[in-house]
């Protein structure tokens, strides 16, 4: 069973110009996000001005607190994709790897940019205890071992991700960042169900 995985990222935004007058007569124009995403619609009745921070302390909190926590699961999400290039034998999977490392690893450098823009944060990934340990078990293994390990484990981890990014949509002020996390669940979802069809279909592991 072959089934393709779509574009990693795709992008949804329209753009509305909010009228500032500056000075006697100079107007300045500003960019809001537009319903077409899930989640915008809240976006667009909180415009965001770049670089500026989340307006209540709790929404400050929440997106240092998320983008941070992102970031790291994205990174191991990329390590093991990388794993993935270099063990997997469908080349079905070695695509989509492919396609996870390269979504990812965008998505990781514009979370970057956020925390510095808004909050003045310089962020590096970091390694959950244990992270490496599981790293080195799966390089161990074979490559049929490997795929069925890299997929299992990928969906729990695209999982994850959805449930945080469906709370996102909530408590988020940023347009820009609720955007991403409707990226987020809405190519994740897609890439979890392709995983478990090939699971099923290459090792009859069907759920």
């Given amino acids: 069973m072959s089934l393709s995985p779509s ?6 935004a329209a753009a509305a110009v909010i009228v500032v007058a500056v000075g006697a007569c ?3 124009p500003t960019v809001a996000a537009s319903d077409t995403v899930p989640g915008a619609a809240a976006a667009a009745r909180t415009p965001t001005v770049t ?3 989340a307006l209540s302390t709790a929404e400050r909190n929440y997106e240092i607190k998320f983008m941070q926590g992102m970031i790291d699961h994205h990174m191991m999400a990329v390590m093991m994709s990388e794993m993935c290039l270099q063990k997997a034998v469908h080349e079905e999977l070695r ?3 492919s396609e996870i490392i390269a979504a990812q690893r965008t998505e990781i450098m514009e979370m970057q940019s956020w925390l510095q823009s808004w909050y003045g944060i310089t962020y590096e990934p970091e390694m959950k205890p244990g992270d490496q340990q599981m790293m080195d078990r799966m390089a161990a293994m074979s490559s049929a071992e490997f795929e069925v390990e890299y997929m299992e484990r990928m969906i729990r981890h695209h999982a994850k991700a959805v449930k945080e990014g469906e709370h996102c949509l909530d408590k988020a002020y940023h347009a820009e960042l609720k955007t991403l996390c ?3 669940i809405a190519t994740q979802r ?3 169900a392709i995983m478990q069809a090939w ?6 592991i069907c759920r």
């Fill in 7 to 12: 574009p990693a990222l795709r992008w949804f």
């Fill in 51 to 53: 670089s500026a921070p």
């Fill in 199 to 204: 699971l099923c279909a290459w090792y009859g």
């Fill in 182 to 184: 409707a990226n987020i």
């Fill in 95 to 97: 695509a989509l790897c």
């Fill in 26 to 28: 100079a107007d300045q």
């Fill in 190 to 192: 897609e890439e979890i």
